[in-house]
């Protein structure tokens, strides 16, 4: 199976700060990686699909970008909205399997 | 307004059965993939399982293969999670959630929790 490494798994940032979070899959999986946030008590909602596409109505400052193994999310100006917990996830259509990384946590610095 | 609403949760016993149910308004149930995934209680997310739009393709993870079952009805829009044969590491907030191109999930429910404990 593949896994999916994400890091770091916390990170504590101000208003204002560049954020960056990495993903990492155990083997290439093309550019099937979507992204996740999750408030606490609340449902993941979907960021970015395909490595880099901004899903409708997600602010611009989320992107997304990487292929192969290796992947990124940037909030280009993390917002007060925008503490939460963000999770990677792949799709493998070999294994008709999908995986989630451990998710990181964005907290206030 | 895409709705996911998940029910049948609840505190059972090991070796135990439940039923979920996610109820689907304001799409064309019909017309996607739908999918299960869990949150144990502090950690990350796990997909379960998948289930085709006319419900003729299944997948399942390991971790549930042979003891819970998915399937939908289409009529009713109305997803299904039957799990039998519960254990204490299924305990688990339980989300349905719309696929998209197969690869992503596009909306969830809330959330039902499932407590497997004596």
């Known amino acids: 199976d593949i896994q999916m490494t994400q890091s770091p798994s916390t990170l504590s940032a101000s208003v204002g700060d560049r954020v960056t979070i990495t993903c990492r899959a155990s083997?290439?999986?093309?550019?099937?990686l979507a992204w996740y946030q999750q408030k606490p008590g609340k449902a993941p909602k979907l960021l970015i699909y395909?490595?880099?596409s901004l899903e409708s109505g997600v602010p611009s400052r989320f992107s997304g970008s990487g292929s192969g193994t290796e992947f990124t999310l940037t909030i280009s100006s993390l917002q007060p909205d925008d503490f939460a917990t963000y999770y990677c996830?792949?799709?493998?259509?070999?294994?008709?399997?999908?995986?989630f990384g451990q998710g990181t946590k964005v907290e206030i610095k | 307004e895409v709705q996911l609403v998940e029910s049948g949760g609840g505190l059972v016993q090991p070796g135990g059965s439940l039923r979920l149910s996610c109820a689907a308004s304001?799409?064309?149930?019909?017309?996607?993939?739908m999918n299960w995934v869990r949150q144990a209680p502090g950690k990350g997310l796990e997909w379960v399982s998948y289930?085709?739009?006319?419900?003729?393709?299944?997948y399942y993870a390991d971790s549930v293969k042979g003891r819970f079952t998915i399937s939908r009805d289409n009529a009713k829009n109305s997803l299904y999670l039957q799990m039998n044969s519960l254990r204490a590491e299924d305990t688990a907030v339980y989300y349905c959630?719309?696929?998209?191109?197969?690869?992503?999930?596009?909306?969830w429910g809330q959330g039902t929790l499932v407590t497997v404990s004596s």
């Open positions: 304001g799409f064309t149930f019909s017309s996607y993939e």
């Open positions: 996830q792949q799709y493998n259509s070999y294994s008709r399997t999908w995986t």
């Open positions: 959630a719309r696929g998209f191109a197969v690869e992503r999930f596009d909306y």
């Open positions: 289930i085709s739009s006319s419900g003729s393709t299944i």
């Open positions: 083997q290439s999986i093309s550019s099937w």
């Open positions: 395909k490595a880099s």
